[in-house]
């Protein structure tokens, strides 16, 4: 049973990265699932017994994004002013994966509209982000890192703002922001501004 198990989510995982390099390459509506199918060895119909559906498959692939980052970058940051540059390295990170940024922002634009399959991935991607940092401000502050009444929720906002903001500027025009410089640029300055007095 366990190894039966082990396979099913190995295929999974393998399915997640292939669709992730298709939306990437394609976006969310150039995407085949035939492609993707046919790449990691099943038929359309065994592909669609894992994920019933594109959009089912595209939220997947999301969530299956934020994981890798978070296992990338999630370890060992306890909150305060490194977790604060773990961002930044995401954003590093970021800068050399420009078509899975495109699909991002595509997907993020798109996901306005309530009807859309990733706005409720959106959402909830969104809610948890804002936590996270808030919380890791507020980690910060317990530490005696920050000082102590700053508006962790706010200060989460910006980060994020500027973090998506900047992705938009660079996708525009990579050859004129550079998009992590700028942002380390950033939290390093937040990191400054926070420090007690």
């Known amino acids: 049973m366990k190894r039966g198990y082990a396979t099913g989510e190995a295929r999974r995982e393998r399915i997640l990265a292939v669709a992730l390099l298709e939306f990437a390459e394609h976006g969310y509506r150039g995407a085949s699932l035939a492609r993707i199918a046919e ?22 692939v999301l969530d299956y994004r934020d994981e890798l980052d978070q296992r990338r970058f999630g370890p060992g940051r306890d909150g305060g002013a490194d977790a604060l540059r773990a961002l930044a390295d995401v954003v590093d990170h970021n800068a050399r994966v420009p078509g899975l940024v495109q699909l991002f922002s595509v997907i993020s634009g798109e996901a306005v509209t309530p009807g859309h399959p990733g706005h409720e991935w959106a959402r909830r991607r969104y809610r948890r982000l804002r936590a996270d940092v808030a919380a890791a401000l507020r980690a910060g502050v317990e530490r005696g890192e920050f000082r ?40 390093d300055d937040l990191i400054a501004a926070l420090r007690p007095a």
Do not use: C, N
């Open 39 to 60: 790449r990691v060895e099943l038929s359309q119909a065994g592909l669609l017994h894992h994920f019933r559906s594109k959009d089912r498959l595209l939220v997947a």
């Open 148 to 187: 102590s009444g700053l508006d962790a929720e706010a200060h989460a906002d910006r980060l994020i703002a500027m973090m998506d903001g900047l992705q938009t500027q660079w996708l525009i025009d990579p050859d004129q922001v550079d998009m992590a410089a700028v942002f380390r640029g950033y939290v």
